[in-house]
């Protein structure tokens, strides 16, 4: 009787999860945009959350200072220890975030008003080259004049178009990006806040965690999926803010050079190069063209002298400063590197980008433990032993 109710009891699960697998691909557009739905009413706390991951270590090591200084405190002195931990992570943060937009502002509305100055000469400068070149090339001359007359046309058919009409669009469109940055900066601003209320919890949160991991799996599966969650935290921890220490060396590196060879707008480039220099292998890419094409703008020779002060800026973070900072922290190689990157950068963007090398460790090293496992099972010991030796002998 137990083994017919057991056979009934799988297929009925069975039958039940093709049924909502069914369900989930026939309703798989509705599915995603509750989820886009829900992941924006709930952007405010995933904001929070992020900053609160990044300043827990910072927090953590000012408690531990804090605790050391007053090792006698009370229970209501270690609460106010704490609290003055997060009140002191917080305005670390907010003033790095206040100085980075007032070296950013400035410089890149200096930078928008020369552009705005040097195009049209930049571009006679470029019409007389090109006719020059075209001077002894008959039939390139009549094509460019043709694509010239073209675009002219085209351009003045844009601007012939009603003026209430170009007027409401612009005033449509300016609308959108207004409303957009008001609604990031609004979630910006609760998510400092939830990440208050976040590091003031962190430790009760984990203790629950605990409890519900114990409570769930057995004390051996419990154990393996602690262990693993460690494993993450350290690889995203150590990846996520030793790449941030390092993209502020960089960016600094960067302005002093700079700055030293006079260029323009020294501290707008520097930031952005260690903004994007957070994103691994692209990152530098990313960061160096448009900064390259804004001083290809107001000097040629400023622009190549860029592109090698970068180079050499890139191999000295790559071969010294970075080794330095983050070490080996991912254990992965440089293929998987570029593999990991263009998979979650496909898949979820700039942030993709950024988190993929981490994540894709963490997924590594649990295939890597089940594959060992496997091994161990199937009395294949001297495998492991030989491949650790081979290909990862320190």
Same mark, same amino acid.
């Given at each position: 009787?137990?083994?017919?109710?057991? $056979? %009934?009891?799988?297929?009925?699960?069975?039958?039940?999860?093709? $049924?909502?697998?069914?369900?989930?691909?026939?309703?798989?557009?509705?599915?995603?945009?509750?989820?886009?739905?829900?992941?924006?009413?709930?952007?405010?706390?995933?904001?929070?959350?992020?900053?609160?991951?990044?300043?827990?270590?910072?927090?953590?090591?000012?408690?531990?200072?804090?605790?050391?200084?007053?090792?006698?405190?009370?229970?209501?002195?270690?609460?106010?220890?704490?609290? $003055?931990?997060?009140?002191?992570?917080?305005?670390?943060?907010?003033?790095?975030?206040?100085? *980075?937009?007032?070296?950013?502002?400035?410089?890149?509305?200096?930078?928008?008003?020369? $552009?705005?100055?040097?195009?049209? &000469?930049?571009?006679?400068?470029?019409?007389?080259?090109?006719? +020059?070149?075209?001077?002894?090339?008959?039939?390139?001359?009549?094509?460019?004049?043709?694509?010239?007359?073209?675009?002219?046309?085209?351009? !003045?058919?844009?601007?012939?178009?009603?003026?209430? &009409?170009?007027?409401?669009?612009?005033?449509?469109?300016?609308?959108? &990006?207004?409303?957009? *940055?008001?609604?990031?900066?609004?979630?910006?601003?609760?998510?400092?806040?939830?990440?208050?209320?976040?590091?003031?919890?962190?430790?009760?949160?984990?203790?629950?965690?605990?409890?519900?991991?114990? %409570?769930?799996?057995?004390?051996?599966?419990?154990?393996?999926?602690?262990?693993?969650?460690?494993?993450?935290?350290?690889?995203?921890?150590?990846?996520?803010?030793?790449?941030?220490?390092?993209?502020?060396?960089?960016?600094?590196?960067?302005?002093?050079?700079?700055?030293?060879?006079?260029?323009?707008?020294?501290?707008?480039? %520097? *930031?952005?190069?260690?903004?994007?220099?957070?994103?691994?292998?692209?990152?530098?890419?990313?960061?160096?063209?448009?900064? %390259?094409?804004?001083?290809?703008?107001? !000097?040629?020779?400023?622009?190549?002298?860029?592109?090698?002060?970068?180079?050499?800026?890139? &191999?000295?973070?790559?071969?010294?400063?970075?080794?330095?900072?983050?070490?080996?922290?991912?254990?992965?190689?440089?293929?998987?590197?570029?593999?990991?990157?263009?998979?979650?950068?496909?898949?979820?963007?700039? *942030?993709?980008?950024?988190?993929?090398?981490?994540?894709?460790?963490?997924?590594?090293?649990?295939?890597?433990?089940?594959?060992?496992?496997?091994?161990?099972?199937?009395?294949?010991?001297?495998?492991?032993?030989?491949?650790?030796?081979?290909? +990862?002998?320190?």
């Amino acid at each position: 009787m137990k083994k017919y109710l057991k $056979i %009934g009891i799988t297929g009925a699960a069975i039958l039940a999860s093709g $049924i909502l697998c069914a369900f989930v691909l026939f309703k798989m557009r509705v599915i995603i945009e509750l989820l886009k739905g829900i992941t924006g009413i709930l952007k405010p706390f995933l904001y929070g959350a992020v900053i609160a991951y990044l300043l827990a270590p910072l927090c953590n090591k000012i408690e531990e200072k804090l605790f050391q200084t007053f090792p006698k405190a009370n229970r209501k002195a270690k609460r106010f220890i704490c609290f $003055i931990a997060i009140v002191i992570s917080l305005c670390v943060a907010l003033a790095i975030v206040w100085m *980075v937009i007032m070296l950013i502002i400035p410089q890149v509305w200096d930078s928008v008003m020369k $552009i705005i100055d040097m195009v049209p &000469q930049k571009i006679t400068i470029l019409n007389n080259w090109i006719e +020059h070149m075209l001077e002894n090339q008959p039939e390139l001359q009549a094509y460019f004049e043709e694509f010239a007359n073209q675009a002219e046309s085209h351009i !003045n058919s844009l601007l012939n178009v009603d003026t209430i &009409q170009k007027v409401q669009s612009i005033i449509n469109s300016l609308s959108v &990006q207004v409303f957009g *940055v008001l609604g990031v900066l609004k979630n910006i601003s609760l998510g400092f806040l939830i990440s208050a209320y976040l590091l003031g919890s962190r430790k009760l949160f984990g203790a629950q965690a605990g409890l519900i991991l114990h %409570g769930v799996f057995p004390d051996k599966w419990a154990r393996i999926i602690e262990e693993e969650i460690r494993y993450t935290d350290k690889m995203f921890n150590g990846f996520l803010v030793g790449k941030i220490i390092d993209s502020a060396i960089i960016g600094l590196l960067c302005f002093a050079g700079l700055s030293f060879m006079g260029f323009e707008a020294p501290a707008f480039i %520097g *930031v952005i190069i260690g903004i994007t220099n957070i994103i691994p292998f692209f990152g530098p890419f990313i960061g160096a063209i448009p900064c %390259g094409l804004l001083l290809l703008l107001e !000097n040629p020779m400023h622009c190549l002298y860029f592109i090698i002060f970068i180079f050499v800026l890139q &191999q000295l973070d790559g071969n010294v400063i970075g080794p330095k900072i983050l070490g080996n922290t991912t254990g992965v190689s440089s293929f998987w590197v570029l593999f990991s990157i263009l998979l979650f950068g496909g898949m979820w963007g700039v *942030v993709g980008m950024v988190i993929g090398v981490p994540l894709f460790a963490v997924i590594y090293d649990i295939i890597r433990k089940l594959v060992y496992r496997g091994l161990r099972k199937h009395k294949r010991e001297s495998m492991i032993t030989d491949y650790e030796e081979k290909y +990862h002998k320190s």
